[in-house]
């Protein structure tokens, strides 16, 4: 009987055995999460500059237009080859 443990005092000597890799994993795995956080902010960064590049070529192309149109020319658009 002296051999066995009981089932209380495995969990105490797992906590004493194990305690310093569960700090470990938790900063790993905060580490992890930074990381996380810091590649999703990248790629919000990037998704906000495609956006903006493709509204700034929007907006020159209707510039462009308008200035054609308010200078009193017809054939502004460009036509149109619907063969």
């Known amino acids: 009987m ?6 209380g005092s495995m969990g105490r000597i797992r906590k004493l055995t194990y305690g310093a890799n569960d700090e470990a ?3 790993e795995q905060a580490e992890a999460d930074r990381q996380t956080a810091s590649l999703a902010g ?16 929007q907006l020159e192309a209707k510039s462009m237009l308008e200035d054609c149109l308010l ?7 460009p036509e149109l080859d619907l063969r």
Not at 2 to 7: F, I, N, P, T, V
Not at 42 to 57: D, E, P, R, S, Y
Not at 71 to 77: D, H, K, L, V, Y
């Open 2 to 7: 002296g051999a066995r443990l009981k089932a």
């Open 25 to 27: 994993d938790a900063d």
């Open 42 to 57: 990248l790629a919000v960064a990037l998704l906000l500059v495609v956006m903006g590049l493709f509204l700034i070529q």
């Open 71 to 77: 200078s009193g020319q017809t054939q502004c658009m």
